[in-house]
T-cell receptor
Framework: GDSVTQMEGPVTLSEEAFLTINCTYTATGYPSLFWYVQYPGEGLQLLLKATKADDKGSNKGFEATYRKETTSFHLEKGSVQVSDSAVYFCALSDLRWAGTYKYIFGTGTRLKVLA | ETGVTQTPRHLVMGMTNKKSLKCEQHLGHNAMYWYKQSAKKPLELMFV???????ENNSVPSRFSPECPNSSHLFLHLHTLQPEDSALYLC????????????FGSGTRLTVV
């Protein structure tokens, strides 16, 4: 079945460092791809998405490009802040149940940014 | 505020208690979901309601009982839980036929003592 694999965390960076969190996927069709962020004590929030190959999703300085040839959707940010400390989840869409989309999540990568 | 409201935010219950978790959305979504999030484990999809009909029940023990009285409300009824059921329970909603992703609530932190 479809699946998402994320790099193990935690990732610890100094403020203003460059961030990459790797995500690869396996899918039989052409899913949309998503990154979600979860701040401490909160639910998951949609950060960005891409719906087809070569699309770039971006939000709040984060970017990810849908790479069909490498089945990847790596999350990047040029300069992280302490406030970016959170858990980041990669996900893909999967059409199920007579027309209802389900989303398959990776295991999450914890990011800690030090001042 | 995400548009999906979960109550209560925190709940402590004994193993013999009965309690309910509530989820409410007024986003016009027509699919709702319950997830369990435990420390160091992947998100576990528990139940899915699409157009108010349950379409998935992922081998969840019968001590968890979902209810979806209308498209805006979702409940998770709890009874005779075990300590290993302690977790963050997340509700999410979506437009079933659109690939826009979920909108999650902030979760209910459940502790079973």
């Amino acid at each position: 079945g479809d699946s998402v694999t994320q790099m193990e965390g935690p990732v610890t960076l100094s403020e203003e460092a460059f961030l990459t969190i790797n995500c690869t996927y396996t899918a039989t069709g052409y899913p949309s791809l998503f990154w979600y962020v979860q701040y401490p004590g909160e639910g998951l929030q949609l950060l960005l998405k891409a719906t087809k190959a070569d699309d770039k999703g971006s939000n709040k300085g984060f970017e990810a490009t849908y790479r069909k040839e490498t089945t990847s959707f790596h999350l990047e940010k040029g300069s992280v802040q302490v406030s970016d400390s959170a858990v980041y989840f990669c996900a893909l869409s999967d059409l199920r149940w007579a027309g209802t989309y389900k989303y398959i999540f990776g295991t999450g990568t914890r990011l800690k940014v030090l001042a | 505020e995400t548009g999906v409201t979960q109550t209560p935010r925190h709940l402590v219950m004994g193993m013999t208690n009965k309690k309910s978790l509530k989820c409410e959305q007024h986003l016009g979504h027509n699919a709702m979901y319950w997830y369990k999030q435990s420390a160091k484990k992947p998100l576990e999809l528990m139940f899915v309601y699409s157009l108010e009909e349950r379409v998935e029940n992922n081998s969840v023990p019968s001590r968890f009982s979902p209810e979806c009285p209308n498209s805006s409300h979702l409940f998770l009824h709890l009874h005779t839980l075990q300590p290993e059921d302690s977790a963050l329970y997340l509700c999410a909603s979506s437009l079933r036929s659109r690939e826009d992703g979920y909108t999650f609530g902030s979760g209910t932190r459940l502790t079973v003592v």
